[in-house]
């Protein structure tokens, strides 16, 4: 079996790569190779698009750590998806990308890429520096694969998707999902859709962190969920990035307040796809967290978005700082590609992050059963998910590493800071037998 993605690889994947669109109808091409129902990837599965947005933001200001997301993708579909509440989705959908070629005789050269909290599929969007040949996510060796997140609106089974038993979308009555679930499903998908016989790695940061380490838990042991044909861990390495083995209560305090924002909205109880402007103040705060002092002082200090406004007034209702400029802006331009149910129900299942739990034991002691390599990287300045929660999560596995990326960013250097993230896994991943 011979598995790929395009026909044809670019000869430089960087980070002009989110505008080729090759790279995404390839992605269409790949469901005639493995008999997909080309109708599953029809308008009504997509929920958002994101828009083009004028701005008055600079070019030195605070990048975007996203480009452009979308719902393209092969949609995979679950029929009779049993949660880990015990709710069964009828038809749990799930959007991927692949980038590369499946190794004919052994199909074990895949690493599977697990975005955060509002990516998507489309990995050349948000960390297409890291992707092509002879990058960390090296097309000319490994077949890579990315999932968009269930429950996530970029063409996964969604609350904007219709419940097949009412005949409406599910809006606020969709099903709390789990990370577990999450990797579940997406375990699925490569083991019995796309015959993978084993992952090399799973990469991911921050909740694409959470998922690798779930995936270890459920792929990564001995006589775990999934196995290879040999009977050996279906899941070889991981390489969880900013986050930790649980949701702490800091984490779902920061996550608590942005839902309430959304809450406080007025229509979020009578027309809660409308709670837009809750949802514009929750990424706001999303955006502070992710970032740090320094950051901030770095880029904006104390200026003003024009500088002509120094005149009448430096302080007071009226002036625009370019650090609220700037939080303004970014809540807008959401609002282009989310809606307020989903950012609620995917936080939610953030705050599901634990790997002890059902499975009897404290964190410490189910970490001892994951035996497969796993190097944790973490941020020095991250105060959304601090380095010392790597630290203790590497310390607890028994192949466990520590890298520490060294940025001003917080919590989305592990977006930002390309160079540091991919030459620690090349390095990985080299010294993996």
Known sequence: MSLRASAGRPSALGSSLGSDSSMIA????????????????????????????????????????????????????????????????????????????????????????????????????????????????????????????????????????????????????????????????QLLMLKNHLKINSIKSVIGGSFGGMQAIEFAMQGGIVGGDF???????????AIPIACGAQHTAWQIAVSEVQRQAIYADPNWETNPRKATTGLAVARQMGMVSYRTPKGYHKKFGRDLQNSREESFSSYGSNVQFKAK??????????????????????????????????RGKTVEEVLQQVKIPVMVMGIDSDVLYPLSEQHDLSSALPKGQLRVIHSLDGHDGFLLEQEQVGSNIVEFLNSLS
């Not at 679950?78 to 799930?94: D, G, S």
């Not at 196995?227 to 390495?237: L, N, R």
């Not at 809540?331 to 995917?346: M, N």
Request: hydrophobic share 30%.
């Open 26 to 185: 390839a992605n269409d091409r790949i469901s005639r190779f493995l008999s997909f129902d080309s109708s599953m990837v029809a308008a009504n599965h997509r929920c958002f698009t994101s828009s083009s947005n004028s701005s008055d933001i600079g070019e030195d200001e605070m990048k975007d750590e996203y480009g452009d997301l979308t719902a393209e993708g092969v949609i995979f579909q679950q029929k009779n998806f049993q949660l880990e509440n015990r709710i069964v989705l009828p038809e749990a959908r799930l959007c991927y990308q692949t980038y590369g070629t499946l190794n004919e005789e052994t199909q074990d050269n895949v690493i599977v890429i697990c975005h955060a909290l509002t990516g998507n599929a489309s990995l050349h969007s948000w960390w297409g520096d890291l992707l092509g040949d002879g990058k960390a996510f090296d097309t000319s060796k490994y077949l890579i694969v990315c999932c968009n997140i269930l429950g996530s609106c970029y063409g996964s089974t969604s609350p904007q998707c219709k419940n097949i038993a009412t005949g409406k979308a599910y809006g606020k009555e969709f099903p709390d999902i789990s990370v577990q679930d999450t990797v579940r499903i």
């Open 227 to 237: 196995v290879s044909q040999d009977g050996s861990p279906f899941v070889k390495s």
């Open 325 to 358: 400029s700037y939080l303004l802006y970014q809540g807008e331009k959401f609002l282009s590609r989310f809606d307020p149910i989903t950012y609620v129900k995917l936080t939610e299942q953030m705050d599901s992050h634990d790997i002890a739990r059902g």
